[in-house]
Nanobody, 114 residues
């Protein structure tokens, strides 16, 4: 089994930056793709970015040029660096990991407001 714990969310002004972290524990050798999704009030959960064990990345259109996903293999941690944040980025951000099955963290709140 795999456990995912997110951290780094909070309140930031428009144009500001945040870095989210997701620490994986358990049967981490089974993981392949890790990534982030988000869900705003009244909206469906949407994919933000993914990264494979080999470092290949994918970004949703809204994330391209502003967000960067990365992995620290020694720490079994995936990060999401978010720059130039907009109010529309306000959401709960969830960490995801894909192995034999999919795993999800509990989420961390990101609020972008002046």
């Amino acid at each position: 089994q795999v456990q995912l714990v997110e951290s780094g969310g909070g309140l930031v002004q428009p144009g500001g930056s945040l870095r989210l972290s997701c620490a994986a524990s358990g049967s981490i050798f089974r993981l392949n793709v890790m990534g982030w999704a988000r869900q705003a009030p009244g909206k469906e959960r949407e994919l933000v970015a993914t990264i494979t064990r080999g470092g290949r990345t994918f970004y949703a259109d809204f994330a391209k040029g502003r967000f960067t996903i990365s992995r620290d293999n020694a720490k079994n941690t995936v990060y999401l660096q978010m720059n130039n944040l907009k109010p529309e980025d306000t959401a709960v951000y969830y960490c995801n990991a894909t192995g034999p099955t999919d795993y999800w963290g509990q989420g961390t709140q990101v609020t972008v407001s002046s």
